[in-house]
């Protein structure tokens, strides 16, 4: 069975400062890795997602993630964060062409002045 | 233009009552989820449907029925509210199932059984 781990809970940083959120997975096939975000009292927006190719993928506000295949890890990174980043980040695997989103328990990011 | 819609945003009734939370997209997708995240912000995957036809059913209790009356249409149907059924419900669609089907959320219904 698949599963997605976020290891933090809760990430608090300084605006300005670098900040990674991490995510592994457990998979024996090849899988499709996805980081949604949710800001406070909206639903989910994909913020990026590695389906093949180049294992960095980026998104338009300047995160960042890498699929580590030997690691099993999709780190999610930005090296300045804004005020506005303050939100829930949800990693999420999928495998093969049928299967479900399989969500991370989502880590807090809280990003102070 | 919202792309996904629900309603009602909030939804507070007591035990035993039966309940419906309506779902509509606009962006002409022909698969359509429904999730229900928990007070700690779990998400997990209740149904699925493509073109009408459910393709997922994570083992919710029969308690919950999706209904789609059309492509743009997903409702979910609660009878006999129980408290653990309290969370937040999030409607998706994509335009495909595969793997490179981007799911778009809803704003999510927050769901209070008291």
């Known amino acids: 069975a698949q599963s997605v781990t976020q290891l933090d809970s809760q990430v608090p940083v300084f605006e300005e400062a670098p900040v990674e959120l991490r995510c592994n997975y457990s998979?024996?096939?090849?899988?499709?890795l996805f980081w949604y975000v949710q800001y406070p009292n909206q639903g989910l927006q994909l913020l990026l997602k590695y389906l093949s190719g180049s294992t960095l993928v980026e998104s338009i506000n300047g995160f960042e993630a890498e699929f580590n295949k030997s690691q099993t890890s999709f780190h999610l990174r930005k090296p300045s964060v804004h005020i506005s980043d303050t939100a829930e980040y949800f990693c999420a695997v999928r495998r093969g062409s049928q299967g479900n989103l399989i969500f991370g328990k989502g880590t807090k990011l809280s990003v102070k002045p | 233009d919202t792309a996904v819609s629900q309603t009602p945003k909030y939804l507070v009734t007591q035990m035993g009552n039966d309940k419906s939370i309506k779902c509509e997209q606009n962006?002409?997708?022909?698969?359509m989820y429904w999730y229900k995240q928990d007070s700690k912000k779990f998400l997990k995957i209740m149904f699925s449907?493509?073109?009408?036809?459910?393709?997922i059913n994570e083992t919710v209790p029969n308690r919950f029925s999706p209904k789609s009356p059309d492509k743009a249409h997903l409702n979910l149907h609660i009878n006999s509210l129980e408290l653990g059924d309290s969370a937040v419900y999030f409607c998706?669609?994509?335009?495909?199932?595969?793997?490179?089907?981007?799911?778009?959320f809803g704003p999510g219904t927050r769901l209070t059984v008291t």
């Open positions: 998979s024996s096939v090849s899988v499709y």
């Open positions: 449907y493509n073109n009408k036809e459910l393709i």
């Open positions: 962006l002409g997708h022909d698969t």
């Open positions: 998706a669609s994509s335009q495909a199932t595969g793997n490179f089907a981007e799911q778009y």
